[in-house]
């Protein structure tokens, strides 16, 4: 079974996305922010990393210039419900799998 870490800083979207994600089969932890992120990732190893881009402390973007020093051919996605040309140029650029606006289907 594939493991997916979620973070964002909003508790709703944390359930939201665990509930979904669990339902199709994906073992799920989740995080409120990206040092929390950080030390999941150092207690277990995961398949994917689904990451807001807009949270207190360290942003998404910042989290994903950590995760690729770390843990290069971790793949993770960025969401943001502030969607605009810039966030997407730099979560690509940063090396993003993937670059969702919210809200998603």
Do not use: C, W
């Amino acid at each position: 079974m594939a493991s997916i870490l979620v973070v964002d800083d909003e508790l709703s979207m944390r359930e939201f996305l665990t509930i979904l994600l669990e339902k199709e089969g994906y073992g799920v932890r989740a995080a409120a922010d990206g040092k929390s992120a950080l030390a999941l990732l150092e207690a277990q190893p995961f398949d994917l990393v689904i990451s807001d881009i807009r949270m207190p402390g360290s942003s998404g973007l910042e989290l994903l210039a950590q995760l690729n020093e770390r843990f290069p051919r971790l793949p993770v996605i960025i969401m943001t419900a502030h969607s605009d040309l810039d966030s997407a140029v730099a979560s690509y650029q940063g090396g993003a799998f993937e670059y969702l606006p919210k809200p998603f289907d």
